[in-house]
T-cell receptor
Framework: EAGVVQSPRYKIIEKKQPVAFWCNPI?????LYWYLQNLGQGPELLIR????????DSQLPKDRFSAERLKGVDSTLKIQPAELGDSAVYLC????????????FGPGTRLTVL | GQQLNQSPQSMFIQEGEDVSMNCTSS?????WLWYKQDPGEGPVLLIA?????ELTSNGRLTAQFGITRKDSFLNISASIPSDVGIYFC???????????FGDGTTLTVKP
């Protein structure tokens, strides 16, 4: 069974540029999460989807961050414009049902903003 | 919001030694989870705990759900080089549907 797929794995951009990350969850998983992981810290939830609905986006900085999961399968996270402080690893995870304790993480996208 | 404190922040041990790390919270959780993260990868679930006082093992790993529901412990016995990585605890309340992570314990094992 394929795991959570994320792309790109690495991205280097200049500040004020836009950037997008893509995630394909495990087949059949209804719940999808985007996390931000700063160096030396644990993952912090940005947004959680149940199918195509964003059920928790309270930690998403909506002035510059946006996300979508149009058909309830894969998802895109966008930052526009990027700032220096956005340099981090962006992790995507999925779980089979809402509230499931077992989340399966992708390898993450490491973003560097210069 | 909920905060999790993990300690120690890092550990340097000799191969074959046992390891203990813990996680404390200012809030109660219904579920405690322990993950391991290797460089360049996402966290992988090691052990899940669902009941206060519960003690669960996974090979050389043993974790306990604290009686107060505000803490959890992870022990690794007879460490080996592949145990190297960052260990994260996470607390979860099912109603909230999300996990709160600690900042990790970085484990280095010297052969």
């Amino acid at each position: 069974e394929a795991g959570v797929v994320q792309s790109p794995r690495y991205k280097i951009i200049e500040k004020k540029q836009p950037v997008a990350f893509w995630c394909n969850p495990i087949s059949g998983h209804n719940t999808l999460y985007w996390y931000l992981q700063n160096l030396g810290q644990g993952p912090e939830l940005l947004i959680r989807y149940e199918n195509e609905e964003a059920v928790d986006d309270s930690q998403l900085p909506k002035d510059r961050f946006s996300a979508e999961r149009l058909k309830g399968v894969d998802s895109t996270l966008k930052i526009q414009p990027a700032e220096l402080g956005d340099s981090a690893v962006y992790l995507c995870a999925s779980s089979p049902t809402a509230g499931a304790d077992t989340q399966y993480f992708g390898p993450g996208t490491r973003l560097t903003v210069l | 919001g909920q905060q999790l404190n993990q300690s120690p922040q890092s550990m340097f041990i000799q191969e074959g030694e046992d390891v203990s790390m813990n996680c404390t919270s200012s809030s109660i959780f219904n579920t405690w989870l322990w993950y391991k993260q290797d460089p360049g990868e996402g966290p992988v679930l090691l052990i899940a705990l669902y009941k206060a006082g519960e003690l669960t093992s996974n090979g050389r790993l043993t974790a306990q759900f604290g009686i107060t529901r505000k803490d959890s412990f992870l022990n690794i016995s007879a460490s080996i080089p592949s145990d190297v990585g960052i260990y994260f605890c996470a607390g979860q309340n099912r109603d909230a549907g999300k996990s709160t992570f600690g900042d990790g314990t970085t484990l280095t094992v010297k052969p």
